[in-house]
């Protein structure tokens, strides 16, 4: 598969490099996307521009994902000139940090700059480099203003065509669900040994989460962390390794993680594993 334009957002465990995995799973019939978890919407966002999927819904619970997404889809012009003339600072950093606001186009400012700024696209992180700015890297390492604007038109493109909608406000993933019972559903949800420290909202309902993916009509596709725990929610659906290299804040390790498939069987062509090195953010 081509080099596929990539989200605008750095995002803890964005899914662009599992997308030649998902792309082989699909079936010719399934066009409609929906993704509750949205983050960073690399793989909607990849699969619409590959031609994969004719239009995806997406959808997030945390305010400023959620902001950022409706705004980018609804008003992006107020979003690309207010990138396009930002500085990324310690000051500002330290701003959109404090930011408490309920703004729909500030939310979506405070989730961008914080995306480019801080450690692994987490928002509750230090900037990047540090506070002294002294241990050989800089604020504006990933700020990469060029090649942000061009992601925020892509997507902005997609949306204008009619191919890309976001939720209005944040939205729970059951809401998101319940309204989309037979589109295909990504769902990437955060994980049991990292969710808490890489987001801004706990995530506990796996347990929920697994019997409204076995009973919807659709067919649902879920990455997680390989866990004996989650494997058990899911014995009858079809378990896909995939290994990826995560980073977090202060180490790396050799993770592996796990693709679900709640069709029983799983697609024809899919392959027993499948390797990809990655790191924790887009």
Same mark, same amino acid.
């Given at each position: 598969m081509p080099a596929l334009p990539r989200s605008p957002l750095r995002y803890p465990g964005g899914k662009a490099t599992i997308t030649p995995l998902i792309s082989r799973l699909l079936d010719p019939s399934e066009v409609e996307l929906v993704e509750p978890f949205a983050g960073s919407a690399s793989l909607s966002i990849a699969l619409l521009t590959a031609g994969l999927v004719d239009h995806a819904h997406i959808a997030d619970a945390d305010p400023g994902i959620a902001a +950022? !997404?409706? @705004?980018?889809?609804?008003?992006?012009?107020?979003?690309? @000139? !207010? +990138? $396009?003339? @930002?500085?990324?600072?310690?000051?500002? +950093?330290?701003?959109?940090?404090? @930011?408490?606001?309920?703004?729909?186009?500030?939310? $979506?400012?405070?989730?961008? +700059?914080?995306?480019?700024?801080? !450690? %692994? %696209? &987490?928002?509750?992180?230090?900037? &990047? %480099? %540090?506070?002294?700015?002294?241990?050989?890297?800089? &604020?504006?390492?990933? !700020?990469?203003?060029?090649?942000?604007?061009?992601?925020l038109a892509n997507v902005a493109e997609l949306a204008a065509a009619g191919r890309l909608t976001a939720a209005e406000h944040s939205a729970d993933w059951r809401e998101t669900l319940a309204a989309h019972p037979n589109e295909l559903a990504f769902i990437d949800p955060p994980y049991r040994r990292d969710g808490d420290r890489l987001y801004r909202h706990r995530f506990t309902a796996h347990q929920q989460l697994a019997q409204t993916l076995h009973d919807r009509p659709g067919r649902s596709l879920i990455t997680y962390g390989d866990d004996a725990f989650i494997r058990s929610l899911y014995r009858t659906a079809t378990v896909i390794p995939v290994d990826r290299r995560y980073s977090s804040l202060t180490s790396s390790e050799d993770r592996t993680e796990i693709l679900i498939d709640t069709r029983p069987g799983g697609n024809r062509q899919q392959s027993s594993r499948y390797n990809q090195s990655s790191t924790h953010h887009e």
């Open positions: +950022f !997404w409706n @705004v980018l889809t609804t008003d992006c012009q107020s979003l690309i @000139v !207010w +990138f $396009a003339s @930002v500085t990324p600072t310690l000051e500002a +950093f330290q701003h959109w940090q404090s @930011v408490d606001t309920n703004d729909s186009r500030t939310l $979506a400012r405070r989730t961008l +700059f914080l995306s480019r700024t801080a !450690w %692994g %696209g &987490i928002p509750t992180a230090g900037p &990047i %480099g %540090g506070w002294t700015q002294s241990d050989g890297r800089r &604020i504006t390492d990933r !700020w990469n203003r060029t090649e942000t604007l061009v992601r």
